[in-house]
């Protein structure tokens, strides 16, 4: 089973917002979405499966902020470049 994991930044006011998506790979060669899938000639459709797992949501300690979000704070979501400048998150 392969899937997603979600980075995400949490404020102190709880909020959290998705920061970065990730791909897990299971590494099972009888797995078609793995990278190592079995790529010699076999009956892929009875052998092998595509069973791809819900996103998984984590917070990193290093993704944890003392300030409250932008919403909290009053001020509106902001676009990619004042984001970048401001250092914070605009979601």
Known sequence: MCGHLITCIRYSCAHQYPDGRHWLDCSRKSCRLSQVHNKMPHNCAAECTEIIFP???????????????????????????????????GY
Not at 68 to 87: E, T
Request: proline residues 9%; aromatic residues 0%; hydrophobic residues 35%.
């Open 55 to 89: 996103d998984q949501h984590i917070v990193l300690p290093a993704d944890v902020h003392s300030e409250q979000c932008d919403a909290c704070l009053g001020i509106p979501p902001a676009n990619v470049i004042n984001r970048v400048q401001r250092g914070g998150h």
